[in-house]
């Protein structure tokens, strides 16, 4: 089975490139295979489906 080569999408603001760098971090060390471009791709659909309202980072928002 062959895949269309991955790219990373390009960012919409700053703040959401900060975001979505930071939870990547956080998810890749679930998940090593996982790549940013999937992330973007997840929280664009999100936001798409209202299930995520802004990509603003808020500090302490994924801490446990």
């Excluded at 700053?14 to 939870?23: E, N």
């Amino acid at each position: 089975i062959r895949r269309p080569p991955r790219s990373t999408p390009k960012p919409s603001s700053a703040a959401s490139d900060v975001y979505k760098r930071q939870l990547y971090n956080r998810v890749s060390k679930i998940d090593p295979k996982i790549s940013i471009a999937t992330v973007y791709r997840t929280v664009k659909i999100l936001e798409d489906k209202m299930k995520l309202v802004g990509a603003a980072y808020t500090p302490g928002r994924f801490e446990n």
